[in-house]
């Protein structure tokens, strides 16, 4: 039962920390999607790989936030420093494109910063 | 510039009953995807149904069937025989072809009750 997967579940830290959080998207999916869920903001997308390389990272703020594809098994978005604001629900998703193009969704980061 | 729009924040209708959820949207692009995604308290984002813009056959997945408009952009869910759980938040989402990003509409809180 291929899924996405996402580490950590849960995450509290205080602000000003760094925060990382990974996703291990299906395998043989060449597309990842870095969404934020939040009670104002509703679900926006924050960035997105095809094949590795990063196609759109327009809605992520550019001086604390940074996503990386260090291998097609693995990708990361990172938070340095962390401020309250960011506090928020974080999905990752991936997809096949041009095959149905569906996103599947990992169960999501649930991230507060205190 | 894309938009999703989920006027009922809140539905609740008993078990067994059919219900309609609402969306509207506004692209400027012929060539587009919609879709319903489920999001049950798990928090885990689940596709329910997706409609191509060109066809003009209305999607159907079981319980679950779309009146997709195209000339007035309105895009509902209809859910039949409702279920216990089928109690989540649902959002409409739109995409436009050649790209990846998917627009989300606010969601619709959805309880069932038995």
């Known amino acids: 039962d291929a899924r996405v997967t996402q580490t950590p579940r849960h995450k509290v830290t205080e602000m000003g920390q760094e925060v990382t959080m990974r996703c291990q998207p299906i395998l043989g999916h060449n597309t990842v999607f870095w969404y934020r869920q939040t009670m104002m903001q509703g679900l926006e997308l924050l960035a997105y790989f095809r094949n590795r390389a990063p196609l759109d990272d327009s809605g992520m703020p550019k001086d604390r936030f940074s996503a990386e594809m260090p291998d097609a098994t693995l990708a990361t978005l990172k938070i340095q420093p962390s401020e309250p604001r960011d506090s928020a629900v974080y999905f990752c998703?991936?997809?096949?494109?041009?095959?149905?193009?569906?996103?599947?969704f990992g169960p999501g980061t649930r991230l507060t910063v205190l | 510039a894309q938009t999703v729009t989920q006027s009922q924040p809140e539905m609740s209708v008993q078990e067994a009953e059919t219900v309609t959820l609402s969306c509207t949207y506004d692209?400027?692009?012929?060539?587009?995807?919609l879709f319903w995604y489920k999001q049950p308290p798990s928090r885990q984002m689940i596709l329910v149904i997706r409609q191509e813009a060109y066809k003009q056959q209305n999607a159907t997945e079981n319980r679950f069937s779309v009146n997709f408009q195209k000339a007035a952009k309105s895009f509902s869910l209809k859910i039949s025989d409702s279920q216990l759980g089928d109690t989540a938040m649902y959002f409409c989402a739109l995409r436009r072809g050649g790209a990846q990003k998917l627009v989300f509409g606010q969601g619709t809180r959805l309880t069932i009750n038995p």
């Open positions: 998703a991936s997809g096949l494109v041009r095959v149905r193009d569906e996103q599947f």
């Open positions: 692209t400027s692009e012929n060539n587009y995807y």
